[in-house]
């Protein structure tokens, strides 16, 4: 079988080409950047190819060609990029269908259209399901004033995770310092431990109904790091419903900076 994985930033659509590999798969690897390109051919073996974001025709048509039997969508996308450059007529065509250009929308009307083309979009749990996050205490310690925080924020995060805005809030004392939208977890972590300062918590939920296919929650040692930087105490990721990747560099990282990790359950 030949899957394909549309290669956004970080590490998961590395990890899924490496465990796509091990299974007896051919993994084809498709990024936007030229620079990314460059990059994943460094640490990932298989076919990596560049075609512009903007470009749908071109990705079906190289699908299609190498006859890819599934696709992964994994890491990172900037979805303010759709609004910078030209789209291609199917693109257009796409998105002039869609209700809202939110990011579910847009992910599962690109789904629906691969689809259509006669290629499967699998879950991203088939090939990483072995960092799905667990629930309790993984790093550090918590204080009863955290798990309030920790109980509060979840209950704003899933409504802000089903408005489909984000995926993330920054509370501190049941206060909202942050909450994500556009600019992804990692930017909104910055700027909610700034204004809060020390000693605030970041929670992260998945949508109620999840499509496992698309935008996943995620987090991983660059996420860890983020938080380290501007004091945050507590990093709490839904259980079971969330990523963690690069968990031994990330528990490293906690435990040096005394950043408490938890996995909670809704």
């Known amino acids: 079988m030949r899957v394909g994985v549309i290669a956004g930033f970080g590490q998961m659509p590395i990890l899924i080409a490496k465990e796509i590999r091990e299974k007896g798969h051919e993994p084809f690897l498709i990024c936007s950047s030229k620079n990314h390109q460059e990059e994943l051919a460094k640490k990932v073996a298989g076919q990596i190819v560049f075609i512009p974001i903007g470009e749908l025709d071109n990705l079906t048509t190289y699908l299609k060609e190498n006859e890819i039997d599934e696709l992964v969508m994994a890491g990172k996308f900037f979805k303010v990029e759709l ?3 030209k789209l291609d ?3 257009t065509g ?5 209700p809202t250009l939110q ?3 847009i992910l599962k009307g690109l789904a629906s259209h691969i689809e259509k083309n006669g290629i499967k979009v699998a879950s991203q749990a088939k090939y990483i399901e072995n960092y799905i996050s667990t629930p309790g205490l993984l790093v550090g310690e918590l204080t009863e004033t955290e798990l309030v925080d920790i109980q509060y924020g979840s209950k704003i995060a899933k409504l802000v995770a089903d408005a489909d805005i984000g ?3 920054v509370v501190k004392r049941k206060t909202v310092f942050a909450v994500e939208a556009i600019e992804g977890t990692d930017e909104a972590i910055l700027r909610g431990g700034q204004l809060a300062g020390s000693g ?3 929670v992260k939920a998945s949508r109620s109904n999840q499509d496992w296919r698309l935008d996943v929650p995620t987090i991983g040692a660059e996420t860890v790091q983020k938080a380290i930087s501007v004091g945050i105490r507590v990093l709490a990721v839904e259980a079971g419903k969330t990523f963690f990747l690069e968990k031994e560099t990330s528990f490293a990282l906690a435990r040096k900076h005394g950043l408490a990790i938890y996995g909670y359950v809704e």
Do not use: G, H, P, T
């Open 83 to 85: 609004f910078k450059i």
């Open 89 to 91: 007529k199917a693109w």
């Open 94 to 98: 796409l998105l002039n269908n869609l």
């Open 103 to 105: 990011d579910e929308d």
């Open 167 to 169: 995926q993330a809030v």
């Open 200 to 202: 605030a918590v970041v």
